[in-house]
């Protein structure tokens, strides 16, 4: 079993930056990939980034790619999601995932946490 709890979410005016975090537990958490998905008011979940413990391919979705990454602290078990240049259309409930297989993570991740809502303004 691993356990997400994501934190950092709040209101930001559009340029501006949050840092998302996702605290994971749970045994063999080096053997998961990690990710983010988001989902924006009235559309389906979608797939952020992805990474994995034990080394440093990482995947972005297209639109995100370059203004935001994601980072990993393996001492702390956390996951990070820097996200800059923030747009109206960033805005989103974003959650954690985690799975052992990193294509598994982008289609369908075994474990989630509970989200964080991150509101652009314009």
């Known amino acids: 079993q691993v356990q997400l709890v994501e934190s950092g979410g709040g209101s930001v005016q559009a340029g501006g930056s949050l840092r998302l975090s996702c605290a994971a537990s749970g045994r063999t958490l080096s053997r998961y990939s990690m990710g983010w998905f988001r989902e924006p008011p009235g559309k389906k979940r979608e797939f952020v980034a992805a990474i994995r413990w034990t080394d440093i391919i990482t995947n972005y979705s297209d639109s995100m790619e370059g203004r935001f990454t994601i980072s990993r602290d393996n001492a702390k078990n956390t996951v990070y999601l820097q996200m800059n240049s923030l747009k109206p259309e960033d805005t989103a409930v974003y959650y954690c995932?985690?799975?052992?297989?990193?294509?598994?993570?982008?289609?369908?991740?075994?474990?989630w946490g509970q989200g964080t809502r991150v509101t652009v303004s314009s």
């Open positions: 995932a985690a799975d052992l297989s990193l294509t598994e993570l982008r289609r369908s991740p075994d474990y």
